[in-house]
């Protein structure tokens, strides 16, 4: 019992210590809208990419609000991968699915 104790203990420390960023991405006609936060706070001038789609060669910043457009031009839907940079350093990255229309 008291081993499980100091395994919760260590984990509850582990996350109260971590930094929740997030990555969130909705998918429009002609890109994707991506918001960029950390601690649930909207993170300005992150750059934000499209990692996994050769069409999409640049970076974007992040507005004050969090919020950048992608533009993809694509022949097919396919899952995309978006990478976020803060100005702090900290990288976050996750994929979503690009519907053509």
């Not at 601690?39 to 060669?57: D, H, L, R």
Request: proline residues 4%.
């Amino acid at each position: 019992m008291k081993k499980s104790n100091i395994v919760i203990a260590s984990m509850l420390i582990a996350f109260s210590s971590m930094s929740f960023a997030g990555l969130k991405v909705v998918d429009s006609q002609n890109g994707a809208w991506v918001t960029v936060t950390d601690n649930g706070k909207p993170v300005a001038e992150a750059v934000v990419s499209a990692t996994n789609v050769p069409q999409s060669k640049g970076e974007f910043k992040t507005n004050e609000k969090g919020r950048v457009f992608i533009p993809l031009s694509m022949n097919h839907s396919k899952s995309v991968k978006f990478k976020a940079v803060t100005p702090e350093g900290k990288e976050m990255s996750r994929f979503a699915f690009h519907g053509k229309s």
